[in-house]
């Protein structure tokens, strides 16, 4: 009679949420850019009455206003984060070895990077145009370069910390300080009027799905000494 080993259990097949992510992300995606594209009045309508109401806010308030501009300009912009994420590839290649995910996380980066640029270019999108505007941005509105790059640069870096196996403080803390950076930035881009709202919302969504295709990959081509599934 044969007995089954019980020295190697089967190790338990990868959780499928990121899969199913990229698929949710995916749809609301396109669903979104193909509104976008083809101008459909209740979506560009609801642009213009927020975009209306937050331009007067932000003339209004002309103290807030700074403070938007500062978080905008500099904490939250995509030449800081991609600093940021610079520092981390630097310390995964020297401090951790960990070269395959050092590598794949300067590589999204700058994937990320060029694909809202290749998106700008062809939906081209007019920003809003106000005759006494507050800030000024370059480049045609969606998706919105600084959600996108917030999102997808504070996702990698909060999926890292589990997948290192970072106490439960740290990822918490990180969780938090993401979470309020990828509202944060779209608040800023709203109110200085140089984005519509669903911009932003383009932004956020690309850039999750640019987050969970980049956790799939790392999952399917990591080494087995460096990869650890959350």
């Not at 007995?3 to 698929?23: E, F, I, L, Q």
């Not at 749809?27 to 560009?44: D, G, I, Q, R």
């Not at 308030?61 to 800081?80: E, I, K, Q």
Request: hydrophobic share 50%.
């Amino acid at each position: 009679m044969q007995t089954s080993s019980v020295d190697s259990p089967p190790n338990p097949p990868p959780p499928r949420t990121p899969r199913r992510a990229a698929w949710a992300l995916g749809l609301c995606s396109a669903l979104l850019l193909a509104l976008v594209a083809v101008e459909w009045a209740p979506l560009t309508g609801l642009d213009d009455d927020i975009a209306d109401t937050t331009h007067r806010w932000a003339t209004g308030h002309r103290g807030a206003t700074r403070v938007m501009r500062v978080l905008s300009d500099w904490v939250w912009d995509p030449w800081t984060m991609r600093l940021l994420c610079a520092a981390v590839v630097v310390w995964l290649w020297w401090r951790r070895g960990d070269r395959f995910t050092a590598g794949w996380l300067a590589v999204t980066a700058v994937a990320a990077g060029l694909f809202q640029q290749v998106l700008k270019a062809v939906v081209d999108r007019a920003r809003p145009a106000w005759p006494d505007p507050v800030d000024l941005a370059h480049y045609a509105a969606f998706p919105s370069g600084h959600a996108l790059t917030v999102t997808v640069v504070c996702g990698l870096l909060v999926w890292l910390l589990g997948h290192y196996g970072a106490a439960r403080g740290p990822r918490l803390a990180a969780l938090a300080a993401a979470a309020v950076s990828v509202a944060g930035v779209g608040v800023t881009r709203v109110w200085l009027g140089v984005h519509w709202a669903t911009d932003v919302l383009g932004g956020w969504l690309l850039g999750a799905l640019v987050v969970c295709l980049a956790v799939l990959a790392h999952r399917r081509w990591a080494t087995e000494p460096t990869r650890r599934e959350t």
